[in-house]
């Protein structure tokens, strides 16, 4: 009969989080599981067929804690803006993770635009309610302003960004009102058909 594992999963997985949490996703390996959790590698073995197995469950554990930040910043007034800010927030007190999440492919697909989607999914129905816009309207201002959310978390995490918070968020909000304002007072932005040479001629003039 084979010994009992002194660590369970989820302790198993919390110790890989603080490897990578420390290290980044590709320092996670058997020894240095093993290491953090002061045992040998046959422990890592018996609780994951496979190191990818363990990184498979902290890449889901990083989701859950990012989704805890999009939660609180849906509870905070204007929600999109404090989902922005707390996607923010998420690049600077978890750079590591941040870099699991949205800089790091996985099985071949793009990981920016999965995980673009799966925000989309979590503040698709707040956008609706507090903006007045229609679902694929909410979707096109949605994918714009994150365009401009994730460079500025991308600069942080590669400690390129110059800007502080404050900054940051009239940044958000500068980008947010223009781009509400487009959409909403310019037939034909959204598809974009309209005619750009005459909406800028005309912004010109004022």
Same mark, same amino acid.
């Given at each position: 009969?084979?010994?009992?594992n002194?660590?369970t999963?989820?302790?198993?997985?919390?110790?890989?989080?603080?490897?990578?949490?420390?290290h980044?996703?590709?320092?996670?390996?058997?020894?240095?599981?093993a290491?953090?959790?002061?045992?040998?590698?046959?422990?890592?073995?018996?609780?994951?067929h496979?190191?990818?197995?363990?990184?498979?469950?902290v890449?889901?554990?990083?989701?859950q804690?990012?989704?805890?930040?999009?939660?609180?910043?849906? =509870?905070?007034?204007p929600?999109?803006?404090g989902?922005?800010?707390?996607?923010?927030?998420?690049?600077?007190?978890?750079?590591?993770?941040?870099?699991?999440?949205?800089?790091?492919?996985?099985?071949?697909?793009?990981?920016?635009?999965?995980?673009?989607?799966?925000?989309?999914?979590?503040?698709?129905?707040?956008?609706?309610?507090?903006?007045?816009?229609?679902t694929?309207?909410?979707?096109r201002?949605?994918?714009?302003?994150?365009?401009?959310? =994730?460079?500025?978390a991308?600069?942080?995490?590669?400690?390129?960004?110059?800007?502080?918070?404050?900054?940051?968020?009239?940044?958000?909000?500068?980008?947010?009102?223009?781009?509400c304002?487009?959409?909403?007072?310019?037939?034909g932005?959204?598809?974009?058909?309209?005619?750009?040479?005459?909406?800028?001629?005309?912004?010109?003039?004022k």
């Amino acid at each position: 009969m084979a010994p009992r594992n002194k660590y369970t999963r989820g302790e198993m997985i919390e110790a890989a989080m603080r490897v990578v949490r420390e290290h980044g996703i590709d320092a996670l390996t058997a020894k240095a599981l093993a290491a953090e959790l002061g045992v040998s590698t046959q422990p890592v073995f018996t609780c994951f067929h496979t190191i990818e197995e363990a990184k498979r469950e902290v890449r889901v554990a990083a989701e859950q804690i990012y989704d805890r930040y999009i939660e609180e910043g849906l =509870h905070m007034t204007p929600p999109f803006y404090g989902v922005g800010m707390q996607y923010i927030r998420f690049a600077k007190e978890e750079p590591e993770l941040y870099r699991l999440l949205f800089l790091t492919p996985t099985n071949g697909t793009n990981s920016f635009m999965a995980a673009l989607g799966h925000s989309q999914d979590l503040v698709r129905e707040s956008l609706k309610e507090t903006y007045h816009m229609e679902t694929a309207t909410a979707d096109r201002y949605f994918r714009d302003m994150w365009f401009v959310v =994730h460079g500025l978390a991308t600069l942080i995490v590669t400690d390129e960004c110059p800007y502080t918070e404050q900054e940051i968020g009239a940044i958000l909000t500068g980008f947010s009102v223009s781009l509400c304002k487009a959409i909403k007072e310019i037939p034909g932005f959204e598809e974009g058909t309209f005619d750009r040479d005459a909406v800028f001629a005309e912004l010109v003039k004022k």
